[in-house]
């Protein structure tokens, strides 16, 4: 399950959050958190997680994706004769190419991904999971991301590379197998911007949206009437005026927020869920857990 949408929405939350419900459904669940982002370990309290898989809690674990690692253990698990690969690893041109070739990061850390999805794990220490949740990067909106097998396909013709590349794209399109949820904000860009990513997701990779979460929306505290009522309180002076302001200005937003939810639900194909905004610094592990709760 990949899980993506522009920087700030939501998504490593969300990604926690999900791995947490998957968890507490019986399946032995990962999540992944693809190197070189913000920090999820925030949402994993005191474990760091790094290039390892990490069990935080029952049927959950945690990796954080490093492409560099990722290209070392890809390397050693093709290369079986111990010389080649010192010879590889050591040779300039091999790191002056691995730097140098644009999207060998993102294939290698899809190919990692797909290793982890597999039940015959090349990793043989690695455990065998049911599901891979995966905290995409925020970067081009995650499209060219998801569209690096392709290219790569494309490119190498023949051989193991094309091979190997293709294996990934059909994994990444295998409606079957592998969804993407799109997180978004209940706000006027971010919702247009999460329908063109929805499109250009279905139209352009290929792939399965199954869901898209519209996170941090606010209650709705006040009715309409309860809300006029407040009005002339907010203009008088005295002591409710800083209360009926803030409540009036809540109000609105969540107006607002509504309006949006059914402009998002009007442009895109995949069912909408909404996340209640939680009112807390930080949120953590437990933040992630009560959003767990709403979902399915
Ligand atoms: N439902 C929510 N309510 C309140 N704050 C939230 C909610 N979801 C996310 N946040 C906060 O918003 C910020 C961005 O969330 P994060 O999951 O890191 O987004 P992303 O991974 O998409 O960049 C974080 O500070 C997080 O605690
Ligand atoms: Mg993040």
């Known amino acids: 399950m990949i899980v993506t949408g522009k920087g700030g929405v939501g998504k490593t939350t969300l990604s926690v959050a999900l791995g ?32 390892h898989e990490v069990e935080l809690e029952e049927n959950l674990w945690a990796i954080s994706i490093d492409p560099d690692d990722s290209m070392r253990e890809y390397v050693l698990l093709q290369l079986k004769v111990r010389a080649m690969r010192d010879m590889l690893f050591r040779s300039r041109i091999f790191n002056y190419l691995a730097a140098a070739t644009p ?37 081009g909106h995650g499209v060219g991301f998801l569209q690096t097998p392709r290219t790569f396909a494309n490119i190498a013709r023949v051989g193991p590379i094309h091979s190997q590349a293709k294996t990934l794209d059909n994994f990444i399109t295998d409606h079957d197998n592998t969804g993407v949820a799109i997180v978004a904000l209940p706000e006027e860009m971010p919702v247009n911007e999460s329908a063109a990513l929805e499109r250009d997701l279905v139209d352009e990779v290929g792939v399965a949206v199954d869901r898209i979460y519209l996170n941090g929306l606010y209650p709705e505290r006040f009715s309409k009437e309860e809300a006029e009522k407040l009005v002339p309180l907010a203009a008088e002076d005295g002591a409710p005026r800083a209360a009926a302001r803030a409540a009036l200005s809540e109000f609105g937003r969540a107006r607002s927020q509504r309006a949006q939810l059914a402009r998002l639900r ?3 194909q995949a ?4 996340l209640p905004f939680l009112f807390e610094p930080d949120l953590g592990p437990e933040a992630a857990r009560r959003l767990s709760r709403r979902l399915s």
Not at 34 to 50: L, P, Y
């Open 20 to 51: 947490m419900r998957a968890a507490a459904e019986g399946k032995r669940t990962i999540v992944c958190e693809v190197a070189a982002q913000e920090n999820a370990s925030r949402m994993f309290e005191h474990t760091t997680v790094g290039f």
């Open 103 to 139: 999207g060998l990061k993102e294939l290698v850390t899809i190919g990692k991904i797909w290793e982890l999805a597999q039940l015959d794990r090349k990793v043989k220490s690695g455990c065998k999971y049911d599901t891979v949740i995966v905290d995409a990067p925020a970067t």
């Open 266 to 268: 009007r442009r895109v």
């Open 271 to 274: 069912p909408v869920k909404t």
